[in-house]
Nanobody, 121 residues
Framework: QVQLVESGGGLVQAGGSLRLSCAAS????????MGWSRQAPGKQRELVAG???????DYADSVKGRFTISRDNAKNTVYLQMNSLRPEDTAVYYC???????????????WGQGTQVTVSA
């Protein structure tokens, strides 16, 4: 059973920083792309940042220059460093990973349970 477990959310003042972590556990062949999405109350979930297995990254325009995604393949973990946080960054943050669990050539998207990030003005 593949699981993604997030940690690192919390309450921070505007301008502050937080670092989210997400570790994949279980039995699988490989982890392909990984990413972070967020969902604010009353809004649709949006992709915040993504990283390929080779380390290429992409960001939503709203977080470019403030957030940094990285991964440690040896630990099966993806991180999201969030700096210069704003109240509008308040949301539940979810990590995701495309994992080849049952076959080395077929991959499935897995999601974490979410972690709350609250930025106060």
């Amino acid at each position: 059973q593949v699981q993604l477990v997030e940690s690192g959310g919390g309450l921070v003042q505007a301008g502050g920083s937080l670092r989210l972590s997400c570790a994949a556990s279980g039995s699988f062949f490989s982890i392909n792309a990984m990413g972070w999405s967020r969902q604010a109350p009353g809004k649709q979930r949006e992709l915040v940042a993504g990283i390929t297995s080779g380390g290429s990254t992409d960001y939503a325009d709203s977080v470019k220059g403030r957030f940094t995604i990285s991964r440690d393949n040896a630990k099966n973990t993806v991180y999201l460093q969030m700096n210069s946080l704003r109240p509008e960054d308040t949301a539940v943050y979810y990590c995701s990973a495309r994992i080849s669990a049952y076959s080395p050539v077929l991959a499935t998207d897995y999601w974490g349970q979410g972690t709350q990030v609250t930025v106060s003005a």
